[in-house]
């Protein structure tokens, strides 16, 4: 049974640093592609990373580059989202989603092409 877990997530002030988790089950994490979205109230899902297979591609939008980095330990099958410098926009749900329609191929920050997602997580920037 394929599951994902997200942790980490919680109330943080602006400039503040925070380490989202996600926890698979079900499967082998490091063969596909393991994308982080967010959604705030209102707002459209979006991608804010991706990493491919053991590879290792990652890709994020210009509103996170520089502040967020997406990880993996293959040996917890985990990965991580660390996210520094956090801004007040930043609010938001934050899921993990794994595509497994396909091995070893190349994540894309776009969810319709993810089919597995994990419940989410809170993330509030305030102050």
């Known amino acids: 049974q394929v599951q994902l877990v997200e942790s980490g997530g919680g109330l943080v002030q602006p400039g503040g640093s925070l380490r989202l988790s996600c926890a698979a089950s079900?499967?082998?994490?490091?063969?596909?592609?393991i994308g982080w979205f967010r959604q705030a109230p209102g707002k459209e899902r979006e991608g804010v990373s991706c990493?491919?297979?053991?590879?290792?591609?990652?890709y994020y939008p210009d509103s996170v580059k520089g502040r967020f980095t997406i990880s993996r330990d293959n040996a917890k099958n985990t990965v991580y989202l660390q996210m520094n410098n956090l801004k007040p926009e930043d609010t938001a749900v934050y899921y993990c989603?794994?595509?497994?329609?396909?091995?070893?191929?190349?994540?894309?920050?776009?969810?319709?092409?993810?089919?597995?997602w994990g419940q989410g997580t809170q993330v509030t920037v305030s102050s």
């Open positions: 990493i491919s297979n053991s590879g290792g591609s990652t």
């Open positions: 989603a794994a595509d497994l329609k396909q091995l070893f191929k190349l994540c894309v920050l776009g969810p319709l092409e993810y089919n597995y």
């Open positions: 079900g499967f082998t994490l490091d063969y596909y592609p």
